[in-house]
């Protein structure tokens, strides 16, 4: 509300002003901004205007918006109002729209104020109510106030539109249309609130609609808020309040309130819109993207568009809108949840297009140094370097966006004797890159065995551990107090192919893990983890190489290097790819990593889809981490 400048009263005898305001809630922060001002303020209603009678000694306050024999000056009534003036101190509101009708009137009474002051700052009603007649419709707060002060004060508001060349009946005839007139008190109150408001009650009356008696009321309030009383069931009414359900480029906070829910509960065109709303903000640069995640509140923004989502019918919208929520909760990779829930949304609705939307956004945060402390070989050493025996289970590239391990950590998430987390791969995501990077945190040396001289890690048959191979020798590692890495290949170096991957992935965490942990699970605390993830990647969505890029030596990575990014930044897109400066083992210089931001494409040929790594995705570079404590 903007300041007043009001000239208090002093020791004079009489003193007055007239305030204008045209909502109720003006009306209310301009009595309380007096009530701050004036120490003897006292509101006062008016009853019978012949017997009103102001007191003396305090300032009194009094509104005129209910009295049409003030506003329209009747001469006893102009003759009583400006006793008060001339003989009390006094405060008299009325609403802007009176106070333009009152001019017109015999307003004699009022060159007795000392001033008069408007307060709002709503565009004038006159031509708000020109702009309801052309438009016909209610989606304006403006056109709502018009029809509310029609309704509340017919009369009187007849006689402003005549006095303005409106034509009333015009009015009364949208009224009749839209089921307006037969509102009661407290719905004609609800028309001026916010259209949060309104968008609860219909979004939640459509629920009700299509669920019955399975609408989870109290689930619904705790997300949005409070269902307002109810509207008069006119589906006019509710169309024209949706016309002004919008998203933004941008503003990340919108697609997860009540807006939204309503728009896609009953717009037909809604989710098209929504589409193109997300995707437009996703598409930004990525340090863009992540200043406007920060400024959501995670939690609740999860929890509101995993509800909303519920009801989403087209693909694309479900693939971008999973897109979202995914890049939304990367920073959840830090926190104790596993993120599952997403990641399992990210697996089934997210198309490889949109996939690649999320990398960016991804990449952005391992450069910038937000896992540095989650990296996974960082992980292993500080495990390792706990009191007691430890056993590390290195799977190579058990990925952690796949069902099987999804289902592995979701089933044991709620058991107190397991801790799960997240971990970041190195970049590119190879064994090697681990190898490296691990190497110069842990010295092997100092490790019970099971360990190669030359790269620290000897690759190891589980089944050995199963068996009587290896069983004596690790029991008697855990009875020194050794630690060991067991360092197993068998899912990357065994299964390229779909059918192989997802069979090798069930073998392990279905009975070779949980009869590893039965068996050596009283003796040590175990982590479970990979060197990198993996992904599938599609024949058709190939990129031929640049002829400037080659491997490095890394002949399954899905990336591909450079020395120099602008020599082939013409030839690729950046959407498609991003370039990354990366410093690889056993070489003194750093190159440029290109990397295709779709995780099903890879550089170069290829004759089938094959799961491979390397590169920078959800799938490679976010690792599962599993630790079960002995005691």
Same mark, same amino acid.
């Given at each position: ?13 009489? $003193?007055?002003?007239?305030? @204008?305001?045209? @909502? ?72 802007? $729209?009176? $106070?333009?009708?009152?001019?017109? +009137?015999?307003? +004699? %009474? ?31 707060? !403006? ?26 009946? +015009?009015? !009364? ?5 839209? #089921?307006? $007139? =037969? ?50 069931? =006119? ?21 997860? @309130?009540? !807006? ?8 037909? *065109? ?46 694309? *919208? ?116 681990? +190898? ?7 010295? /092997? ?29 690790? /029991?008697?590692?855990?009875?020194? #107090? ?6 197993? &290949? ?16 069930? &073998? ?38 640049? &002829?400037? &890029? ?46 295709? =931001? ?6 170069? *040929? ?21 630790? %079960?404590?002995?005691?």
């Amino acid at each position: 509300m903007r300041d007043l400048d009001l000239d208090t009263p002093d020791q004079r005898n009489s $003193w007055g002003t007239l305030i @204008t305001y045209t @909502t109720q809630k003006e009306k209310e922060e301009v009595v309380e901004y007096l009530k701050e001002r004036i120490d003897n303020l006292q509101r006062r209603n008016i009853g019978d205007i012949e017997e009103f009678d102001p007191a003396i000694g305090v300032v009194n306050c009094v509104d005129l918006s209910d009295r049409s024999e003030i506003v329209l000056s009747e001469p006893k009534a102009g003759k009583q109002v400006m006793g008060w003036v001339k003989t009390y101190k006094i405060v008299l509101l009325c609403k802007t $729209w009176q $106070w333009k009708l009152l001019q017109t +009137r015999d307003g +004699r %009474w009022t060159s007795h104020l000392s001033s008069i002051q408007h307060i709002s700052d709503h565009p004038p009603i006159e031509s708000s109510a020109q702009h309801l007649l052309q438009e016909e419709n209610i989606s304006k707060k !403006q056109s709502r106030l018009v029809i509310h002060e029609y309704l509340q004060q017919r009369d009187l508001f007849t006689e402003f539109l005549d006095e303005v060349g409106i034509n009333p009946n +015009r009015l !009364q005839s949208i009224i009749d249309r839209k #089921g307006l $007139w =037969n509102l009661s008190d407290s719905e004609k109150s609800l028309l001026l609130r916010p259209n949060e408001e309104l968008l609860r009650y219909i979004a939640a009356q459509e629920l009700r609609d299509r669920q019955g008696g399975r609408f989870a009321r109290q689930d619904f309030v705790n997300l949005f808020g409070e269902i307002p009383r109810k509207i008069q069931s =006119n589906s006019q009414i509710f169309e024209d309040i949706l016309e002004e359900v919008t998203t933004e480029e941008g503003d990340i906070e919108q697609f997860s @309130t009540i !807006q939204v829910l309503a728009g896609i509960l009953r717009l037909d *065109t809604f989710e098209n819109q929504l589409e193109q709303s997300i995707r437009d903000t996703l598409a930004r640069e990525p340090s863009d993207v992540l200043s406007k995640i920060e400024e959501v509140d995670r939690d609740q923004f999860l929890e509101r568009s995993s509800y909303i989502a519920e009801f989403l019918e087209s693909d694309p *919208t479900k693939s971008i809108f999973s897109a979202l929520l995914t890049a939304v909760n990367l920073d959840g990779i830090s926190g104790e949840d596993p993120f599952l829930d997403i990641i399992k949304r990210y697996q089934m609705e997210v198309t490889p297009r949109d996939k690649a939307l999320v990398t960016r956004i991804l990449i952005e945060k391992i450069i910038g140094g937000d896992y540095s402390s989650l990296e996974n070989h960082s992980v292993i050493a500080d495990f390792l370097d706990e009191d007691g025996p430890k056993i590390v289970l290195l799977l190579d590239g058990l990925p952690l966006a796949t069902r099987e391990t999804g289902g592995f950590l979701s089933e044991r998430k709620t058991d107190e004797r397991w801790e799960i987390k997240q971990a970041i791969a190195p970049i590119p995501s190879v064994t090697e890159m681990f +190898r490296s990077s691990l190497s110069s945190e842990l010295d /092997f040396e100092d490790l019970g065995g099971f360990t190669d001289g030359e790269d620290g890690l000897a690759g190891l048959d589980l089944d050995a551990f199963l068996g009587d191979e290896k069983e004596e020798e690790l /029991f008697k590692m855990l009875q020194n #107090g050794d630690s060991v890495i067991i360092y197993n &290949a068998d899912i990357d170096q065994g299964a390229r192919y779909p059918t192989d991957i997802h069979r090798k992935i069930d &073998a392990h965490l279905r009975e070779n893990v949980p009869e590893f942990i039965r068996k050596y699970g009283d003796h040590a605390d175990i982590l479970i983890t990979s060197d990198h993830g993996m992904v599938e990647t599609y024949e058709s969505e190939a990129i031929p190489r640049p &002829a400037e &890029a080659n491997q490095r030596g890394m002949g399954h990575c899905r990336g591909t290097f450079v020395d120099d990014a602008d020599a082939v930044r013409r030839k690729l897109p950046d959407d498609t790819v991003s370039y990354i400066e990366v410093g690889l083992p056993d070489s003194d210089e750093n190159c440029v990593m290109l990397n295709p =931001n779709n995780p099903n494409a890879k550089f170069g *040929t290829q004759s089938s889809d094959l799961w491979i790594h390397g590169g920078v995705s959800i799938e490679e570079s976010v690792v599962p981490v599993a630790i %079960w404590r002995s005691e």
